[in-house]
């Protein structure tokens, strides 16, 4: 999600989206594929382990969210890991309508463009 400030990422409810999006995943893996894969693990103590605020999700890059600078130095640094392809979910939990219309459009004259003439350092 692309905003034009930081203020604007909380404002319009992203982190509480993201939270949202990852524990509908864990409730989906707990219900429909844990015994395949844990059959004789605890799931809810398992899982229970997993609770962490959701802003470590984006200081482990797990989520590009942030203003255009932040988007483009996320997107780099993926670049740089050999990425070549994203795949950007603008429209989950309950972000407005507004907010996401406008991180598409500040995607797509701000941020894509200058990936687009970005070379990346390959490690």
């Known amino acids: ?5 930081s203020e604007e990422i909380k404002a319009n409810g992203v ?5 949202w999006w990852y524990r509908g995943l864990v409730d989906f893996i707990k219900k429909w594929e844990w015994e395949s894969v844990m059959p004789t693990g605890p799931v809810e ?5 997993l609770e962490r605020p959701v802003e470590e999700y984006d200081d482990e890059d797990m989520i590009i969210v942030g203003d255009v600078d932040k988007c483009i130095r996320k997107m ?3 670049a ?4 070549d392809h994203l795949l950007c979910y603008v429209q989950f939990g309950k972000i407005p309508h507004q907010a996401v219309m406008r991180s598409i459009e500040l995607l797509g004259t701000e941020v894509i463009p200058v990936l687009e003439k970005y070379d990346p350092v390959t490690v």
């Open 76 to 78: 780099k640094r993926f």
């Open 1 to 5: 999600h692309c905003s034009d400030s």
């Open 80 to 83: 740089d890991m050999g990425v």
């Open 45 to 49: 103590e398992a899982f229970a382990a």
């Open 15 to 19: 982190f509480a989206a993201v939270d």
